[in-house]
């Protein structure tokens, strides 16, 4: 099976800096997906931002962008202009034939 | 319009009870899958379905059953219920083609 390692547990950042979260995986597919879910103290867990193996292009929405390198299967998610609505526990995660696996999360806290 | 729905959202009960928790997606999606968020929040996968279809059974106990009637529904059914069982629990959805996961709101299930 697939797996998914994020080696930072917790980070902080200050309002309005920028911080990546770093996120690496292990497989053996050449076609699959790559996710940051974000997930605030209310538990809900939302998409933040999603890439296709296959593009080349790095996916960018608003403030999150990815630095997507297939090669050395590393997939992080960088956030500019942190807000303090950014606080949250964040998880990588990789989708392939209806199998998905997330790593063990990165709790991010953005301080005033 | 809730994409992903389940119910309850909490339940409190006693070891050795049974109980149920109910899934369903208004999304036409065609996997279903189960996870369990332990304390340290991880998210593990336990169960996937395809069109009802049991794809992916991760050395869950025996214990746990899952049930899809159709491929709208994943119901999850627990029996005697032990204090390691105490997390919260996910369902999702997703679409082969876009990959893109939709999670409900997660039952936090207490066992005493």
């Known amino acids: 099976a697939q797996t998914v390692t994020q080696s930072q547990p917790e980070m902080s950042v200050q309002e309005a800096e920028t911080v990546t979260l770093s996120c690496t995986y292990d497989t053996s597919e050449s076609n699959y997906y790559l996710f940051w879910y974000k997930q605030p103290p209310s538990r809900q867990m939302i998409l933040v931002i999603r890439?296709?193996?296959?593009?080349?292009q790095n996916a960018t929405e608003n403030r999150f962008s990815v630095n997507f390198q297939k090669a050395a299967k590393s997939f992080s998610l960088k956030i500019s202009d942190s807000q303090l609505g950014d606080t949250a526990m964040y998880f990588c995660?990789?989708?392939?034939?209806?199998?998905?696996?997330f790593g063990a999360g990165t709790r991010l806290t953005v301080k005033p | 319009d809730t994409a992903v729905s389940q119910t309850p959202k909490y339940l409190v009960t006693q070891m050795g009870n049974d109980k149920s928790i109910k899934c369903e997606q208004n999304?036409?999606?065609?996997?279903m899958y189960w996870y369990k968020q332990d304390s340290k929040k991880f998210l593990k996968i336990m169960f996937s379905?395809?069109?009802?279809?049991?794809?992916i059974n991760e050395t869950v106990p025996n214990r746990f059953s899952p049930k899809s009637p159709d491929k709208a529904h994943l119901n999850l059914h627990i029996n005697s219920l032990e204090l390691g069982d105490s997390a919260v629990y996910f369902c999702?959805?997703?679409?082969?083609?876009?990959?893109?996961?939709?999670f409900g709101q997660g039952t936090r299930l207490t066992v005493v």
């Open positions: 890439q296709e193996a296959y593009k080349q």
């Open positions: 995660a990789f989708m392939n034939n209806n199998d998905m696996r």
């Open positions: 379905y395809n069109n009802k279809e049991l794809i």
């Open positions: 999702a959805s997703s679409q082969v083609m876009t990959g893109e996961a939709f």
């Open positions: 999304l036409g999606h065609d996997t």
